[in-house]
């Protein structure tokens, strides 16, 4: 029971830690392609990044994670994130599940337990 159990967290389903590695490797490549996103990361340094949206991605769909970056709020604090900028990375993160190979219901399931930073995210 607890095999299956553990196959249905979403961290599971994602394919674990490697999965995440993956998603968040495509990720920062839909943005490197992407103008109008690529210009919120000019000074972001992209290793720290990664690693912080893997652990970030990890807790939020139930892994066995420790977050250890900056709350959402202060990471985008000044950004002035608007809805359409938001609304872009989400289809980069999804473009970057396609590729992949991250199944459509999983990642729904994904964007449903990402969503509830939105208003940590935008306009500030």
């Known amino acids: ?7 249905n967290t979403v961290y599971e389903q ?4 490697a999965g995440l ?3 968040s490797d495509a990720f920062i490549d ?3 392609y992407d103008k109008q ?11 720290r990044f990664r690693e912080k949206f893997i652990e970030h991605l990890c807790v939020h769909l139930d ?3 420790i977050y250890t970056g900056d709350d959402m709020l202060s990471v985008h604090k000044g950004m002035n994130i608007a809805e359409a ?3 872009r ?6 473009n970057a599940m396609t590729k992949v190979g991250i199944a459509h219901p999983v990642q729904n399931q994904v964007l449903a337990k990402l969503a509830q930073m939105r208003s940590d995210i935008i306009y500030r």
Do not use: S
């Open 85 to 87: 900028d938001f609304n």
């Open 14 to 17: 994602v394919g674990a830690q």
């Open 89 to 94: 990375v989400v289809e980069l993160l999804i």
């Open 37 to 47: 996103i690529l210009a919120f990361f000019l000074d972001t340094n992209i290793d």
């Open 21 to 23: 590695e993956k998603i």
């Open 1 to 7: 029971a607890c095999a299956m159990h553990q196959q």
């Open 63 to 65: 892994g066995p994670c």
């Open 30 to 32: 839909e943005i490197q």
